[in-house]
């Protein structure tokens, strides 16, 4: 078996939060911390490389000890965007992304998708419970930035679009359907403060 490739992660934590009142969703805390560092706890261990991606709070951001960049391109394009950005800036040849409102996500999360992707020769590995896929925990090869670069110029935005456009693999994790758990409103913040303690 040949050595596992390495591997960039990144945090996406570029969004607006605004179903959450316009806030800065990485930032907001659960039981005393903020989002973001539930998920840098989570993902450090399965990667290479640790990367944030925010439009908004840099200081904040770098204060966790790794390194922060903004979209290259701009007006809150979507997640796309933040991929984008973290393709051209990885070390590696792989980046595996999570986003900044998930705080439970698998602790195997890079390591299935790794192994999929790799089985599959595929370009891209994208998480998915039962029917549902979740776009937003994805691996993929960093040398498909200049054909992202291409979809973006041309006015795609939209990342199930983009996927279609690549050699994908969807990996189930039905057995961790709540690791993908995704919050989104404060009511949402409050049921997992208040039901999972
Ligand atoms: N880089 C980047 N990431 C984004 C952008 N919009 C959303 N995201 C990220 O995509 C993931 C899923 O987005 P949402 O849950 O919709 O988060 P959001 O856009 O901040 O929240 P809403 O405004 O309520 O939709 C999160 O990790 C966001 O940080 C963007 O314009 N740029
Ligand atoms: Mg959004």
């Given amino acids: 078996m040949s050595a596992r490739e390495k591997i960039t992660g990144v945090i996406l934590a570029g969004g607006q939060g605004r179903r959450m009142g316009s806030v800065d969703k990485g930032l907001v805390e659960l039981r005393g911390r903020p989002m973001a560092e539930w998920v840098i706890e989570r993902l450090r261990p399965q990667v290479d ?112 679009f983009w996927y279609a456009t690549l050699k994908i693999i969807e990996v189930q994790f039905d057995d961790k359907e709540a690791a993908f758990r995704n919050i989104n409103t404060r009511d949402e913040l409050d049921d997992v403060d208040r039901i999972d303690r």
């Fill in 49 to 160: 490389e640790l990367i944030i991606n925010a439009n908004q709070n840099a200081e904040r951001y770098a204060t966790f000890g790794y390194p922060v960049f903004p979209d290259d391109i701009g007006g809150f394009a979507g997640p796309l965007a933040g991929l984008h950005a973290a393709l051209s800036r990885a070390q590696h040849p792989l980046v595996a992304t999570a986003p900044c409102d998930s705080p439970f996500l698998p602790e195997d999360l890079v390591e299935r998708l790794y192994r999929a992707l790799d089985a599959a020769g595929a370009e891209l590995a994208v998480a998915r419970t039962f029917d549902q896929p979740h776009p937003v925990f994805c691996l993929c090869r960093r040398d498909v930035l200049p054909h992202l670069d291409e979809f973006l110029a041309s006015g795609g935005r939209k990342i199930d």
